[in-house]
């Protein structure tokens, strides 16, 4: 049996797992997929991060060049992150006819199409299962079954920062900061926490993810994005005395040829299956037209569960003979695709007002005024002297003419404050 | 672009569903897969279900040898369901170098072996993710991800008609006998309803499950098999009461060289992801070493669904090389593998018993003795005059010692009758 050779670039938390799972496994991999695999090289800057794995640094490579030079290696795994160096590098080994397997999902949002340019020119592969949601194979599933469903619709919790916040904040009650600075404790949460909390990470792997549901390229810059650094304690004991729990979702549609993609903290109905997905578990919920509703549910980050997926992904990549996207992925947008900014949802609104006769009455009116119609209304007495809080949820209605309603509304002499408003499922 | 031709075998409810996919879907299919397909002939007894179908009677065949001999057809889909004649049909096709793609777990269950030697000697292709929860992509997932884990532990909810009957009695109060009245007059439980629930159905998708999983051959004739017919209402609403759901699981589990397969009802905590799998949705739970805990969710069964995951086996035998298990499927069992019978679980007991001082301290101490430790016990007024119910927890304990000691209980004079025992998740 011939030994197969590859190299990890970016020896750090996924680095080191994916390393643990082709050591730990490797006669297991052997016996069933028959394939030796040998991590025969480790890129990083130094040798440190080896050497604190215990991994013998004669396989250390400080040399992108070297790496790229060597025959023997036929597949590498990035899981560097970021931008910069990782596409420099990625570009050098997929133009020396290496294959690549990343982890990257800011690297693939934003250059995904040069990479794939690059991989098709030189005949290699170009493997990220391990991109999106950890070691759900959301990407798999993708690109493998369905593939006589049109997909409507994608729902995911593909962050796990975010879904551990909030899960905090709904099961223990703690305020945001709290809860962002237990995350960062426990290592759910970095120290600069901005990509999580104001849902770029999501934006990238919607992206990544609706661009394959919908065969048509889905920029990061095109999806709407609100982060969860607004959500309140109160948000979420409201939402669990109407029945929600909230969370932040990363939102894909496709009807005809208009999508729809945006990121945003939803009220998610307890009932509903992505309801109960909490902590650290992501989950992607999608619709095809003919499979019906379909739920993948896992670990949705973590050295070994995103480390399985790059090692699924090595075994393709050695296995199979490279694929490439099946849309037009040049990085041009198709000019028939209509991104939806306008969208339809339901609304949650929180507003302190005035504790006066007709204060309802009058924000009632302009809601009707702007063509959105309350579902259900609660008013509460408000925290301050003399206030009162009022709580719509309303029925379906479009952004827009929710937006005017509010903009209305926050210049009433009676309104307060605009507490908060949150879009619900 | 050339026309790929193929044909389906059986044009009932599942056949007729793969049908409307390839023929709705056809120009999106064309243009996503690049792949024009055409069913170019329908095998059946008569042309009624074409007629019945609104389909064009000219692709009628009734003659598995004129469909065998056709140069033009690629690949059969078979939807006959049984053992025959479908074997021998499918055979004839493998043996003349077309691909199948079946949704037939008995005849997998059964056959699989020799199915296979067929298409491996023809060089053709076997497909059958319809043949396991409709349109979950479960098969494609054991097969295609989380290569590099070992499977520990596949849990399934996998029949759609006990999980429908199970989820009437839970959410309505129905007894059995109405709660399967009512699924049969809906169309989700058969005239003959045995195979669904006696666990039949289960164990023959838990035998093609654990056999790819555990990479071993796990015969459906290996696997313990107990159906729902026996729980009542009574037990549901001690079920709630305790703080779990009753579901049929099919289990298979391998640790080392043991393993367990087995169909049966369940106590499932009602926090566990499987506890809020309801109606006619199906799941498989499954844990990988290094993957973690990882869900599919979805329609188990069901015209569309089903035959969603038809059109991707289509796709997939169109587009791909056959591929062939990587383990022994010659019908031979693996003589290092050791189906373990005497497994670990925990377990809920309910007697009625004579309301005499010294019964509930009896009980304990028959359990004790046979090392089965008790968690919790609850004691009830009976519902006859001078009995009274008592139902255990217990901890996790060997299915055989539970067995003893419910032999000696039963005999126990104090004893009137072993209402229930149900194992615990």
Chains 1, 2 share one sequence.
């Not at 996924?14 to 006669?27: C, F, H, M, P, Q």
């Not at 970021?82 to 133009?95: N, R």
């Not at 990061?220 to 948000?235: P, V």
């Not at 945006?262 to 999608?286: E, T």
Request: charged share 20%; hydrophobic share 40%; net charge negative.
């Amino acid at each position: 049996m011939q030994r197969r050779k590859i190299a990890i670039m970016g020896f750090g938390t996924v680095g080191g797992g994916a390393y643990d799972i082709l050591t730990s496994n490797r006669e297991y991999i052997l016996s069933t997929q028959g394939l030796d695999i040998e991590v025969a090289a480790v890129l990083d800057r130094t040798s440190a991060p080896l050497v604190a794995h215990g991994v013998d640094s004669k396989i250390f490579v400080g040399d992108i060049d070297k790496l790229a030079s060597d025959p023997e290696i036929e597949l590498v795994v990035e899981t560097m992150g970021g931008v910069e160096p990782a596409k420099t590098f990625i570009e050098k080994l997929l133009s020396a006819g290496k294959s690549g397997v990343t982890a990257n999902k800011e690297l693939l949002a934003k250059h995904w199409s040069e990479l794939e340019q690059t991989a098709k020119a030189h005949g290699s592969g170009l493997y990220f299962e391990a991109s999106c949601v950890g070691g759900v194979p959301i990407i798999r599933a993708l690109g493998e079954s369905f593939q006589g469903d049109k997909i409507q619709s994608i729902y995911g919790i593909i962050n796990g920062t975010t879904n551990y916040i909030l899960s905090k904040m709904s099961g223990e009650r703690l305020d945001y900061h709290n809860a962002l600075t237990q995350a960062q404790h426990l290592g759910f949460a970095e120290a600069d926490p901005t990509s999580d909390v104001e849902g770029y990470d999501a934006a990238y792997k919607l992206s990544i993810l609706a661009s394959l549901a919908f065969h048509t390229c889905v920029p990061y810059t095109c999806i709407y994005r609100e982060g969860i650094t607004k959500i309140t304690s109160q948000d979420i004991s409201n939402a669990h005395a109407l029945g929600y729990e909230i969370k932040l979702l990363a939102i894909g549609t496709r009807d005809g040829n208009a999508v729809e993609a945006r990121v945003h903290p939803v009220f998610v109905p307890s009932a509903h299956p992505l309801a109960s997905v909490s902590g650290a578990y992501n989950a992607v919920y999608l619709n095809g037209d003919h499979v019906g509703d379909l739920m993948l549910y896992g670990a949705g980050a973590g050295a070994h569960p995103t480390g399985s997926a790059i090692v699924s992904d090595v075994i393709k990549g050695l296995k199979g003979k490279p694929e490439y996207c099946d849309f037009d992925n040049t990085g041009k947008l198709d000019k028939d695709i209509d991104f939806v900014g306008d969208f339809i949802s339901g609304y949650y609104i929180s507003l302190t007002v005035d504790d006066k006769t007709g204060v309802l009455s009058k924000i009632s009116t302009v809601l009707s005024d702007n063509g959105v119609s309350i579902k259900s209304a609660i008013q509460r007495t408000g925290q301050a002297e003399n206030t009162a809080t009022l709580l719509f949820l309303t029925h379906r209605a479009r952004e827009h003419a929710v937006m005017r309603a509010l903009g209305t509304i926050g210049k009433l002499a009676t309104v307060r404050r605009i507490d908060s408003m949150i879009r619900v499922l």
